[in-house]
Nanobody
Framework: QVQLVESGGGSVQAGGSLRLSCAASGYTYNIEYMAWFRQAPGKEREGVAVIATGGGSTYYADSVKGRFTISQDNAKNTLYLQMNSLKTEDTAIYYC??????????????????WGQGTQVTVSS
């Protein structure tokens, strides 16, 4: 089992920055990918950024490329999402997720075995 706990959400004005953290604990050795997803009211959960835990390759949704950066600190078992130039449309609950599956569609919600409880990010104009 893996436990994921997010932190760092909050309220910020458009153009501002936030950094989300996700602390992983438990049996983390077989995690292949970690990701950030978000879900806005009335919308489906969507992938924001993914990182391959082994090689460190990163992948981003088009809507956040150039503004968000996903990273990991393996020594601390912590995942980060640095969010810059925030827009009102970035407002959502942000979830940390972990997958033990290798390859396939990295944006598919169902491939992720473990999820955090979510943290609210609100961007105002």
């Amino acid at each position: 089992q893996v436990q994921l706990v997010e932190s760092g959400g909050g309220s910020v004005q458009a153009g501002g920055s936030l950094r989300l953290s996700c602390a992983a604990s438990g049996y983390t050795y077989n995690i292949e990918y970690m990701a950030w997803f978000r879900q806005a009211p009335g919308k489906e959960r969507e992938g924001v950024a993914v990182i391959a835990t082994g090689g460190g390759s990163t992948y981003y949704a088009d809507s956040v490329k150039g503004r968000f950066t996903i990273s990991q600190d393996n020594a601390k078992n912590t995942l980060y999402l640095q969010m810059n130039s925030l827009k009102t449309e970035d407002t959502a609950i942000y979830y940390c997720a972990a997958s033990t599956l290798y390859g396939g569609n990295l944006w598919r919600v169902a491939r992720y075995n473990y999820w955090g409880q979510g943290t609210q990010v609100t961007v105002s104009s």
